[in-house]
């Protein structure tokens, strides 16, 4: 739309000499001022079309404004933007009811989009709550960089909705992070956050896991038994790590998503899935695609809206700011107050991060712990990241060298995916099934199908075998008898 009146309110002076002639170019008027209270009068008054405003200004808060337009004139688009790069500043633009929210320093080209979007798009600006925390203290995520503020800005337009998310990032970045982010600040909060780790659960565990089981539906299934979408239920389940779930598992999650509705294990009625699904992955799905590993028709089910984590190299300026945050944490946990030396910080910035995120605060916390000083200079930075180097491949030792080392460890990672919540009921009989199917299918297929042969192998009666191989559904080749 070609000559309408802008109305641009920003104590920067080059800000608005920017913003005047890029949108008289476009062939609009725009009318510029210092002060919220100049800005509040045009808008009283009746003038303008549209209403570009900074936060910070000498007299008010920008974003205190933004209700108040829009109580007085519902129709009046408002763009808020700050050199507040935080989540917080975006979650509250949205909240107060702002078209859009850019951070400084800014495109000028999307800008110029972003006005003239707001000039033709038709129907009201939607807003999430008021009700939420804020302070810079209880920012679930931390970083000003370009890669976050776009990051931020999507999380902001997400809030009120319950659109279905896809976050991509390597292990370490933060996705729960931005997870509980969609949670915490959106229209779901007050119903449960319940986080999955497909990864972590054993295969023949996850059907049960998510949809739950009746009792009797299987060996072990002593009592009914509530699965992860019955405890999401009126709030967000989070899937992580959705590349390692088995196709089977993918079907019954792709039927749900389709029909918002599911039944438990050896259950007959459907329950209704009142949940709002955010999934996340390291993983490449597309090549997971092309393997025949990951369904194709579920990977755009989930994909609605896609959010890429960046690596922290990808966005070392926010290095700093992270290594403080964990610092303070630690200090707030009660561990002693450290600092970071300048040069420190510079270190800190030209390191890789092969971890992520997840590598700094564990550095910044062994700083807390383990070091004296209170100022870190970057000979510890040093020393520590050449300590945490990885060895060569091939001097490491093996993770386990026996059975046992490995179930332990798989069952560690079990029982942490579940956090602060106990797995269902029956637990070792499960476990128990899930050992004694491989078990039984690799020995099988080592005696050629000769189940005599097995069961003497296995040290078990020949008619206790049977039994199992009924039980468990195990297919016998016809061989050697």
């Known amino acids: 739309m070609t000559g309408s009146t802008i109305l641009v309110a920003d104590d920067d002076r080059a800000i608005r000499t920017v913003l005047t002639q890029a949108l008289t170019r476009l062939g609009h008027e725009v009318r510029t001022t210092a002060t ?64 859009d929210y850019l951070p400084k320093p800014f495109d000028l080209n999307e800008f110029m ?28 995520l931390i970083g000003r960089s370009p890669a976050m503020q776009e990051i931020y800005r999507v999380l902001a337009r997400l809030m009120g909705t319950d659109l279905t998310v896809m976050i991509t990032g390597e292990s370490g970045t933060g996705k729960e992070l ?68 088995p196709l089977e598992a993918q079907t019954r999650l792709l039927r749900v998503l389709q029909e918002g509705e599911y039944t438990t294990v050896g259950g007959r009625t459907a329950i209704k899935a009142d949940v709002r699904i955010v999934a996340a992955t390291h993983r490449d799905l597309r090549q997971l695609i092309r393997l025949g590993q990951f369904r194709e028709d579920l990977f755009y089910r989930l994909n609605v809206v896609p959010i890429r984590l960046p690596p922290l190299r990808e966005r070392s300026e926010d290095v700093p700011a992270l290594a403080r945050h964990f610092l303070k944490i630690a200090a707030n946990e009660g561990l002693p107050q450290k600092s970071l030396s300048q040069a420190a910080l510079d270190r800190l910035r030209a390191h890789r991060w092969p971890g992520n995120v997840r590598e700094l605060e564990n550095m910044m916390r062994r700083f807390a712990a383990l070091y004296s000083q209170e100022v870190i200079g970057a000979d510890v930075i040093e020393q520590e990241l050449a ?53 039984l299918l690799l020995t099988l297929a080592a005696t050629r199908g000769n189940q005599i042969k097995a069961a003497e192998l296995l040290g078990l009666n020949r008619n206790t075998l049977r039994k199992k191989i009924r039980e468990l559904d195990i297919q016998v080749m016809r061989g050697i008898r």
């Open 36 to 99: 919220a209270s100049t800005l509040w009068s045009w808008v009283e008054a009746g003038e303008g079309d549209l209403v570009i405003t900074d936060v910070i200004m000498p007299d008010a808060n920008g974003l205190d404004l933004v209700p108040r337009i829009r109580r007085l004139r519902p129709n009046l688009r408002v763009i808020v933007m700050s050199a507040q790069n935080t989540l917080m500043t975006a979650v509250k633009a949205t909240e107060v009811g702002a078209f």
């Open 387 to 439: 300590d945490s180097a990885p060895e060569p491949a091939q001097d490491r030792a093996p993770e386990s060298d026996n059975l046992s080392g490995a179930v332990e460890r798989h069952l560690k990672d079990y029982f942490a995916a579940h956090k602060d919540q106990l797995p269902a009921a029956g637990l070792y009989d499960r476990v128990l099934r899930e050992v004694e199917r491989p078990l």
């Open 178 to 245: 931005v997870a509980r982010a969609l949670h915490d600040y959106g229209k779901r909060r007050g119903g449960p956050f319940v986080a999955v780790n497909m990864a972590a659960i054993p295969r023949e565990l996850i059907e049960s896991d998510l949809f739950g089981h009746e009792k009797g539906a299987f060996t072990g299934a002593h009592s009914r038994s509530v699965g992860r979408f019955e405890q999401a239920q009126g709030g967000t389940l989070f899937l992580d790590e959705i590349g390692d779930m």
């Open 113 to 140: 989009r972003i006005v003239q979007r707001a000039l033709t798009v038709q129907g009201e600006v939607s807003s999430i709550p008021s009700d939420m925390v804020e302070g810079e203290e209880q920012l679930p």
